[in-house]
C-alpha cells in the first residue's frame, strides 16, 4: 500500500490549529481549515496572517513572497463535509474535551474519504480514549505539536495496538516534509515524551511561587543562570498559555488544584492569559 499525503484538512483554527496549518502549507502543501462557524474563521484569517509575517522574518529561507504563497495555499471553511471531501490527512485540534472530540469524529467517518488518515493533536488525551469514534483505527494515531511550531519543531507521532504500521510511517514521513523533526513513540504514554518531561517541571515551579517561596521572576532568572536554557518555566507558562496550565493542574493533586487556585485568582482572573493576551507573568508588546 502506497500512501501519499498531499492534501491535508486542520480542524479546529485556534492558536496550535492555525500555526499547524501554515506551517503545513508553507512546505507545499494544499491545507484546508475547518473551524465550527463564518466568525471563528474570520478571526483565523487573521492569525493566519499574522503568522505570514512571522514566517517571512523568523524562519530560515522565509520571504515575504514565501509566505503570500503559503496564505494562498490555505482555504478556510465551516462546512465540515466539504472541508474533508479530499483530504488525505486529517489533523485534529479541537478543544481537548472527549465528549466534542466524540462528535467530531463520528461525523469524520461517516462524511471523510476511505483514504483519509486522521491524526489527533490531542495533549491530555490517548488516541485510544479516541480510536473507537473514528470507525478506521487503523487510520487513527496521535501527531502531537508543540506551540510556536516553526521554533519548536518537533512532531510526536504516536499510534494505538491498531494502528497500520505503514500508516504509522506515512505520518512520520510527513511530519519530516513539513519541516518538523519526528519523534517516534513506541507505546501509548500520557504527556508523550515533551509533556511527560515538561509538566513536572513546571508544576515544580509554579509550587514555588504559589506557596510563596519565591517570586516568578527569580524563579526564572536562577533556572536560566543555572542551566544556561533560553527560558525559565513562568516565561514558558505565558507562551503555552495559562489556560491550558489551569485546565492541567485542576486535574491534578489536591496541591495542583491549590496551585490552580492561585494561577486564576492572580492571573487568569486578571486577564493575564500569556503571551496571546498580553500579559501573564510577564508584560508584553510595547510596554514590556
Known amino acids: 500500500m502506497s500512501i501519499d499525503i498531499q492534501n491535508v484538512t486542520v480542524l479546529g483554527s485556534g492558536v496550535l490549529g492555525s500555526q499547524i496549518a501554515f506551517q503545513t ?12 462557524s463564518e466568525e471563528i474563521l474570520e478571526k483565523a484569517q487573521q492569525r493566519l496572517s499574522g ?9 530560515p529561507g522565509g520571504t515575504e513572497a514565501k509566505a503570500a504563497e503559503a496564505l494562498a495555499r490555505i482555504t478556510c471553511s465551516a462546512d465540515l463535509a466539504d472541508a474533508v471531501k479530499d483530504a488525505d490527512l486529517v489533523i485534529e485540534a479541537i478543544p ?82 513539513i ?26 515551579a509554579a509550587e514555588l511561587a504559589a506557596f510563596g517561596y519565591a517570586s516568578p521572576e527569580d524563579v526564572d532568572k536562577v533556572w536560566r543562570i543555572g542551566t544556561g536554557a533560553p527560558m525559565g518555566p513562568f516565561q514558558i507558562y505565558d507562551v503555552v498559555g495559562l489556560s491550558t496550565a489551569y485546565n492541567i493542574l485542576s486535574h491534578g493533586t489536591a496541591k495542583d488544584r491549590e496551585i490552580a487556585v492561585w494561577m486564576k485568582e492572580n492571573y487568569i482572573d486578571k486577564g493575564k492569559m500569556g503571551v496571546a493576551t498580553g500579559e501573564g507573568f510577564y508584560r508584553y508588546g510595547d510596554k514590556a
Open 25 to 36: 502549507a508553507f512546505h507545499g502543501f494544499a491545507v484546508t481549515v475547518y473551524d465550527i
Open 51 to 59: 503568522l505570514a509575517g512571522i514566517y517571512a522574518k523568523e524562519v
Open 96 to 177: 481537548e474535551v472527549l465528549d466534542i472530540k466524540r462528535a467530531t469524529y463520528e461525523q469524520l467517518a461517516v462524511l471523510a474519504p476511505e483514504k483519509t488518515i486522521f491524526a489527533s493533536n490531542s495533549s491530555t488525551l490517548l488516541p485510544s480514549d479516541m480510536k473507537d469514534f473514528t470507525g478506521r483505527p487503523e487510520k487513527f494515531l496521535a501527531l502531537h505539536f508543540a506551540n510556536q511550531v516553526w521554533k519548536f519543531n518537533t512532531a510526536e507521532v504516536m499510534g494505538t495496538a491498531d494502528t497500520d504500521p505503514q500508516v504509522f510511517q506515512a505520518v512520520v514521513s510527513f511530519a519530516a516534509n
Open 179 to 204: 519541516g518538523m523533526v519526528p519523534i517516534e513513540v513506541h507505546k501509548e504514554k500520557a504527556g508523550y515524551v515533551l509533556n511527560s518531561l515538561l509538566v513536572p517541571f513546571l508544576n515544580a
